[in-house]
């Protein structure tokens, strides 16, 4: 089955730090998500993007989905413990199948 | 409170020996799946139901079977697990038609030895 390419694997940053993440695929979707896990729990949803090129933010955390639908990236800004987790991103296929990536595991230093 | 609850949460069994992870949602959702987290491939998905009786495979099904004879329920059955088949698991569920978001358990954990 397809999956996105995700990255990078992981992060280590000290606290007050901006992050980056993005996720590409050869195929492209109509709709992106970004997903945070946390220990023990399963993936909630952080932010849904429906249309090339929209730019969303949800608090500190700012989405956007790319131009070629083929793309999308996270950014955190001013980041805090709280964001410790793993970070998904995930494509929407048309019959409603979800397409995960790899995940970006972020670890912040107080 | 609208929930997605697996059970169990922990199992290890050793292989061979017929098991059956529950997924039960209370939100009236369509829609249930069952997805695999392995380290470094993200999630997968095993199986998917649009609706009662409605099931279909998703990327990785082998090993496994499922049954949505109800729409709240959708168990995940391991007729004869295998150690390829430690993982985590989760259950999902989500409204049918447009995008709707998708609701997750908190997993089940499963070792195979």
């Known amino acids: 089955g397809q999956q996105l390419n995700q990255s990078p694997q992981s992060m280590f940053i000290q606290e007050g730090e901006d992050v980056s993440m993005n996720c590409t695929s050869s195929?492209?979707?109509?709709?992106w998500l970004w997903y945070k896990q946390e220990p023990g729990e399963g993936p909630v949803l952080l932010i849904a993007?429906?249309?090339?090129?929209e730019l969303t933010s949800n608090g500190r955390l700012t989405a956007q989905f790319g131009i070629t639908r083929k793309d999308s990236f996270l950014n955190i800004s001013a980041s805090i413990p709280s964001d410790v987790g793993i970070y998904f991103c995930a494509g929407l296929e048309l019959r409603g199948k979800l397409i995960f990536g790899q995940g970006t595991e972020l670890s912040v230093k107080p | 409170e609208a929930q997605v609850t697996q059970n169990p949460r922990y199992l290890i069994t050793v292989t061979g020996k017929k098991l059956t992870v529950t997924c039960s949602q209370n939100m009236n959702h369509e829609y249930m799946s069952w997805y695999r987290q392995d380290p470094g491939l993200g999630l997968r998905q095993i199986y998917y139901s649009m609706n009662v009786e409605v099931t279909d495979k998703g990327d990785v099904p082998e090993g496994y079977k499922v049954s949505r004879k109800e729409k709240r329920n959708f168990p995940l059955i391991l007729e004869s697990p295998s150690p390829n088949q430690t993982s985590l698991y989760f259950c999902a569920s989500r409204k049918q038609g447009g995008y709707q978001p998708q609701h997750f358990g908190d997993g089940t954990r499963l070792s195979i030895l």
């Open positions: 195929s492209i979707f109509n709709t």
């Open positions: 993007l429906y249309k090339a090129g």
